[in-house]
């Protein structure tokens, strides 16, 4: 199955990737989750309530996309994103109402973004990076159910370091449960941005031997790399956990291999 027969978000005028050249737009679900859900860090905008002040608010938040009602659900299939804060935070508190023609929830856009490499061309033009970004639209509500809500507290925890909410003082207490909010937001459209390959210059500039002689062109590969792990003055382990260890050995050979890939197109 292609991407284009993938499930996937429509494509209306707001999501839609326009570009010259080779089409770098993605709509399935499949690619744009699972953009999401490998990025440490989402940018969450929102509308402010001030109508003196004309600019929408970004915060760096905490999130994964899943499906409460269905937990098994794959990444090619309808998910809801969930993001994690503070309860006393401006966004966390804009959620929690709802305006006459925001009936559905806080209006929120969700950007989302990979570098896989830098793209070296022989002119400054024809630079570029290789990367993997997503930018979602749907509406946040607070999440209320205490199950829903302690369930994707998990899958968030999990989703920064593979099996650490297992390996923690758990549950939460009241307090903390209190003071944790949890929005889910129902996405209405999305899309992802994909640049791979090798740079790409003019036909000129390619026939000037003089120019190519004197000028690297290439890919330089770009990953996220976790170091060894650090204990605390406080820590009492003797050892660093297998979970993270191998976590951290997984992670880093993952984003090399996939750096790599976005160059050649194989492993």
């Known amino acids: 199955m292609t991407h284009s027969e993938s499930p996937s978000y429509p494509k209306l005028p707001r999501n839609t990737v326009n570009r010259y050249g080779k089409p770098r737009g993605k709509y399935d ?48 299939e309808p998910l809801e994103l969930y993001l994690h804060g503070y309860i006393s935070s401006r966004l966390m508190r804009l959620s929690g109402t ?5 009936e559905d929830g806080l209006p929120l856009t969700i950007a989302a973004t990979h570098l896989d490499g830098l793209v070296l061309a022989l002119t400054p033009n024809h630079h570029s990076y290789n990367y993997r970004s997503a930018v979602l639209h749907g509406f946040g509500t607070p999440v209320t159910d205490a199950d829903e809500k302690l369930w994707a507290m998990e899958k968030i925890t999990n989703n920064v370091v593979d099996d650490r909410w297992a390996n923690t003082r758990i549950p939460p207490t009241k307090t903390e449960m209190t003071s944790t ?24 500039d390619m026939k000037n031997d003089e120019l190519r002689a004197k000028t690297w062109v290439g890919v330089v590969p770009t ?10 003055p406080d820590n009492k ?15 880093n050979t993952a984003g090399e291999q996939n750096a790599h890939i976005a160059i050649t197109g194989s492993k």
């Not at 990953?223 to 792990?229: D, E, F, K, L, R």
């Open 29 to 76: 679900f499949e690619t744009i989750h699972g953009i999401v859900n490998t990025c440490p860090v989402l940018h969450v905008s929102f509308p402010t309530p001030d109508p003196s002040d004309p600019f929408p608010a970004m915060i760096p938040m905490l999130g994964f996309m899943a499906c409460f009602s269905n937990p098994q659900a794959s990444l090619t």
């Open 98 to 102: 709802s305006p006459a023609d925001e």
């Open 181 to 204: 909010q949890i929005i889910k937001v129902r996405v209405v459209d999305a899309s992802a941005k994909v640049r791979a390959g090798w740079p790409s210059d003019d036909r000129a």
């Open 223 to 232: 990953w996220v790399t976790y170091g060894a792990p650090v204990p605390s």
């Open 237 to 251: 382990l003797s050892k660093v956990p297998g979970y993270l260890a191998d976590f951290v050995k997984r992670e």
